[in-house]
């Protein structure tokens, strides 16, 4: 028997990066997945690649109405809800003088409000379900600071605190809530970051390895991680805030 055989969960930002490969891991190991994402393209093709097991759902989760469709759609679609991945996530990299009030705005909807609008519609599944288990992405920035993030830092700075928040009250309920902040990882972000930096992807890349293990992370290093809080083995972990980082913020 695999570890998530049977769970039912939704992987939002799964068209690309650690959320494609956090859905693929979770349906290797047995569960069933909803691949949200903004771009319907995308999700659908992920979906598509998994199979059966899976269904896409294009969502806009900074949005409420879409939030509440997402979670129907696959609750129904599924017969409940065991599982949800508050992973969706966007950067604009620029300091606090130079943001634009529209990108603060943006990356604050997409970055943590998503994980209120998604998580107020899947809690009452996973409670009925007799519990479950909520993963939230973070990042390292969400634990110390770095430069020309200013919002990003602010939102993951927030997904952190918020997941103790959330485990805390929903503890009662056998519902677990973690979060794991991942170091830089090989993703189109990554790329969009050296973009946005005016920065060539190679040197960016070099930089980004400067850490104890010597490396950036690959997608199914964070999805490792985040398939084991989703599952039983997690049991009792709960509150969590778990770097998979290559000892980045060691
Ligand atoms: P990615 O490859 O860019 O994937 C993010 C996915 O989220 C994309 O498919 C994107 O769709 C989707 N998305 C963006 N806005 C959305 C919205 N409003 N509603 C629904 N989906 C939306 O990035 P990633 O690196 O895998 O990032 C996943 C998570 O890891 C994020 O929360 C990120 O902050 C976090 N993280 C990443 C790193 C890293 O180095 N890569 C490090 C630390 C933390 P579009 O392509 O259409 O925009």
Redesign the pocket.
């Given at each position: 028997m695999s570890e998530l055989d049977g769970k039912r969960a939704i992987v939002?930002?799964a068209?690309?990066?650690?959320?494609r490969a956090t859905a693929e891991l979770m349906a290797e190991q047995g569960a069933r997945v909803a691949v949200?994402?903004?771009?319907a393209d995308?999700a659908r093709e992920v979906a598509e690649g998994i199979g059966a097991q899976a269904i896409a759902i294009a969502?806009?989760?900074?949005k409420a109405a879409d939030c509440d469709n997402a979670v129907a759609t696959a609750a129904a679609e599924f017969g409940g809800l065991d599982v949800l991945v508050n992973?969706?996530?966007?950067?604009r990299r620029s300091t606090v003088c130079e943001i634009t009030e529209e990108d603060w705005d943006l990356v604050m909807a997409?970055?943590i409000k998503?994980v209120m609008l998604m998580s107020r519609r899947a809690i009452p599944h996973l409670k009925a379900a007799g519990g479950g288990s909520i993963v939230n992405?973070?990042?390292?920035?969400g634990i110390q600071g770095g430069g020309q993030a200013v919002s990003?830092c602010a939102s993951?700075g927030a997904v952190v605190n918020m997941t103790r928040a959330m485990a805390i009250d929903h503890g009662p309920d056998n519902i677990r809530v973690n979060c794991v902040?991942?170091?830089?990882?090989a993703?189109?972000?990554?790329a969009?970051e050296a973009r946005q930096l005016g920065e060539a992807p190679g040197a960016f890349y070099a930089d980004a390895a400067d850490r104890p293990l010597r490396r950036i992370?690959q997608?199914r290093d964070?999805a490792s991680a985040i398939a084991y809080l989703a599952g039983d083995g997690a049991a009792f972990v709960s509150g969590a805030v778990l770097p998979v980082d290559g000892a980045g913020t060691a």
């Open positions: 939002t930002g068209g690309s990066g650690i959320g949200v994402d903004l771009d995308a969502t806009d989760v900074s992973n969706a996530g966007i950067i997409v970055n998503s992405t973070g990042s390292g920035w990003y993951k902040c991942p170091g830089d990882t993703t189109p972000m990554l969009e992370g997608p964070i």
